[in-house]
């Protein structure tokens, strides 16, 4: 069903006002026939829910009681065009692969293809764009996906570890979110998904992707993870969509990487200095650290959602070739498990930690900042992490 339809003499509410709250607004003023609109960024037991034939709820409002009165804007979307969406997901690299997704299928297939999502971009900002040719890749948060009732007709699952705890408690509720993006495809449908994510019972073609370290790619972004992202757009590529595998090994060497995402920005009092402020769990700063070949120290720490660090302070324990440098509360609650190390220190903010990672990391090496947690409390986002971080490092 068209949204436009779906909308049409319904008393709607949006619930939250962030980036998919105002598009949802614009959307809906210019373009549908509704019998009212209002917004709400209340909490749910304050909601007006009894007037509203729909509710539309924004990413990352934790609701505790689900029904049908409850949408979303993706979930609007997919009932529209999931028949002409490639859904990606995974606890991280979604917005890598995503990106060499969009660019090796512009690639192929030209301007039809439309890249929205999680990556910044709502999907409904390009509604007018949309045609019956058009191929849609959306980067699909676990917030998107959560309570969805509709799903892509390509769907990537990259890759699962512990995160959101904060939101969803355990690590099968955030599971539970993050499986909605195959939940309800069908026999017709695609999904991709890497061989250690757990098993998940799907209607659609089911595409296993294994983890084996190999570098089949000629790719300017380091990291085995990345040969692995690669392998997924490959095989989507060219098993669903027809490219040749020469024309998509082109465009993968030519993909440039994105912002905040192991990204080499200053070499200051010859130390290199990487921005990986996108990594929010511990997996993703090991991951860092084999693939910055010269890094010597790493800046860790940020909001305390509660995860798991025992494979990072594992990490820690067996690898004292680095210094440590610890900040905020999660960086706190690593620090006082490795507090006796000697290459292990504790600053109480990311100022303190560029400092003292100028003075202890010699000439030669690299200085990474991959924190390993959430942003949230100390900046407003990763992106403003990273750009912090880089005034800090350019003095």
């Known amino acids: 069903m068209r949204i436009t339809e779906r909308l049409a003499g319904k008393d709607v509410l949006i619930w939250g006002y962030g980036r998919e709250g105002r598009s949802t607004e614009i959307f809906i003023k210019t373009r549908c026939d509704v019998r009212s609109l209002d917004v709400f960024e209340g909490r ?202 020469g024309d998509v090994r082109r465009a993968l060497a030519d993909f440039e990487g994105l912002p905040h995402r192991m990204q080499y920005v200053a070499t200051v009092g010859g130390v290199d200095y990487y921005d990986d402020s996108i990594s929010t769990i511990p997996e993703a700063t090991i991951e860092a650290l084999r693939s910055i070949k010269n890094a010597k120290t790493v800046l860790i720490g940020g909001m305390d959602r509660n995860i798991n660090y025992d494979v990072l302070i594992d990490f820690i324990r067996a690898h004292r070739e680095y210094e440590y440098i610890f900040a905020y509360e999660s960086g706190r609650r690593i620090y006082e498990q490795v507090a006796e190390l000697e290459n292990c220190h504790y600053e109480r903010d990311l100022k303190g930690a560029v400092e003292l990672a100028r003075a202890i990391t010699p000439e030669g090496g690299a200085c990474v900042l991959s924190p390993a947690a959430a942003s949230y409390g100390y900046f407003r986002n990763f992106e403003e992490r990273g750009d912090a971080f880089l005034k800090l490092v350019l003095g």
């Open 44 to 245: 749910e037991e304050e909601l007006p829910g009894g007037k509203y034939d729909l509710i539309i709820k924004s990413p990352g409002i934790n609701l505790k009681s689900f029904n049908e009165k409850y949408t979303s804007q993706t979930e609007l979307f997919l009932e529209q065009f999931g028949p002409q969406t490639l859904g990606v997901t995974g606890t991280k690299g979604k917005s890598t692969t995503s990106s060499m997704m969009y660019k090796v299928l512009r690639e192929c297939l030209g301007e039809r293809v439309k890249l929205v999502g999680n990556i910044g971009r709502p999907c409904l900002d390009l509604y007018d764009e949309y045609d019956a040719d058009s191929v849609i890749v959306f980067e699909m948060s676990c917030h998107q996906l959560a309570n969805l009732r509709f799903s892509p007709h390509v769907a990537v699952f990259l890759n699962l570890f512990e995160d959101h705890l904060d939101y969803y408690g355990t690590r099968e509720r955030y599971f539970e979110a993050k499986k909605n993006i195959t939940t309800h495809q069908g026999p017709g449908d695609f999904l991709f998904v890497r061989d250690d994510v757990p098993e998940i019972e799907t209607a659609a073609r089911r595409i296993v992707i294994p983890k084996d370290g190999k570098a089949e790619f000629d790719l300017r972004l380091p990291g085995e993870h990345n040969q692995l992202n690669a392998r997924f757009v490959k095989a989507v590529c060219t098993q669903v969509y027809g490219c040749a595998d």
